[in-house]
């Protein structure tokens, strides 16, 4: 959702890439659930309480939404995104590394503190309670940006973890294998994400693409060894989707922002894709409302759309001006929904 000058330049360079919602299987078994086969995921981005906090401590203390006033507003949210339809919420985990997973001085991952597997828990619980399911996301791209220190909490400067054997084998043997192992069958996930838009750090000036990729598959790979649950990433714009094929991701997922292109104006592009397809993001400010991205989704064989958002306090988050809107369309389309 970020860096739209960059994005609007990638993709007018990306074989004529434009504004389109395109997958090839409305109907798909990776994001269905007891036993149901999907046929369109209705969602919502929170993306965070607060970002980097939700899960485990730092030098700011412990704000995770295991804490009774968190766990309160958790709660308060999920039931209002349930009641205007959402079924699906995507949600920031690791973010930049400030307060999961705990490092060691050499920069190796030595697992994760006290809180954040209650802040976990606690979080499935109150989507349990909401009756949503969650697409959680374990890394944005930040963790690869320059570090930056307070008393002692790192927020990102972790590219180590992508270009490091030892570092990255620290990272999954001692945080993501535990974690998809605890919770690799819970119902109330309903995929893993490996990295928010990873693109803006990947090329010149980030990791490469190579590093970025073999990351990406060795952990979709972990995922189908330790956990039940589809995997993704969480492509900044539908032109860069190609460069995760081959990688034993689930479904693809890819972020829209209107000043790409003018919308709803382009034929869907042909990107051969063998996953389903999912619009992870999509602007609930501006000049369209949800519904026109909606039924465009809808229209183009998408598996679904999850709305941008409901805390990140960007100028692309209006849910509170969206829901009638949002919800409305959830009304008049609910027999092809299912969370």
């Known amino acids: 959702m970020r860096n739209i000058q960059a994005l609007a330049l990638a993709c007018a360079l990306a074989s004529g890439a434009a504004f389109h919602f395109w997958g090839p299987h409305a109907r798909h078994r990776p994001l269905a659930g007891g036993g149901r086969r999907a046929v369109f995921s209705l969602g919502v981005n929170y ?45 920031f985990v690791m973010c930049d590394g400030r307060s999961a997973p705990e490092f060691d001085r050499s920069g190796r991952v030595t697992g994760f503190d006290r809180y954040f597997y209650k802040d976990m828990d606690a979080a499935l619980a109150a989507a349990r309670e909401a009756g949503v399911r969650l697409v959680l ?49 819970r119902p109330e996930i309903k995929a893993w994400e490996i990295m928010n838009e990873p693109e803006w ?62 919308p709803l104006s382009f034929d869907p592009l042909d990107l051969k894709l063998d996953r389903p397809c999912v619009l992870g993001e999509f602007p609930t400010a501006g000049a369209l409302p949800p519904s026109s991205y909606l039924d465009a989704a809808l229209r183009n064989g998408l598996a ?14 209006d849910m509170d001006g969206a829901l009638p809107d949002f919800s409305g369309w959830r009304l008049r389309r609910a027999a092809v929904l299912r969370r």
């Open 201 to 262: 750090r990947t090329g010149a000036g980030g990791v490469t693409w190579s590093a970025m990729r073999d990351f990406v598959g060795k952990t979709a790979a972990l995922v189908h060894a330790y956990a039940s649950q589809p995997v993704t990433v969480g492509s900044a714009s539908s032109a860069f989707l190609p460069l995760w094929k081959g990688l034993g991701l689930d479904f693809y997922e890819y972020h829209y922002y209107p000043e790409l292109r003018a």
């Open 47 to 91: 993306p965070w309480l607060d970002y980097g906090s939700d899960f485990g401590s730092s030098a700011w203390g412990h704000a995770g939404v295991s804490e009774p006033r968190e766990r309160a507003r958790l709660t308060a949210d999920l039931a209002r995104m349930r009641a205007a339809g959402a079924g699906t919420v995507r949600w």
């Open 304 to 317: 679904g759309a999850w709305a941008w958002s409901w805390r990140s306090g960007d100028p692309y988050s």
């Open 137 to 185: 996301v374990l890394f944005d791209y930040r963790l690869l940006d320059p570090a930056a220190a307070f008393k002692g909490t790192v927020m990102g400067g972790h590219a180590a973890l992508l270009t490091d054997p030892e570092a990255r084998s620290s990272l999954f043997d001692r945080a993501l294998i535990p974690l998809f192992r605890r919770y690799g069958s």
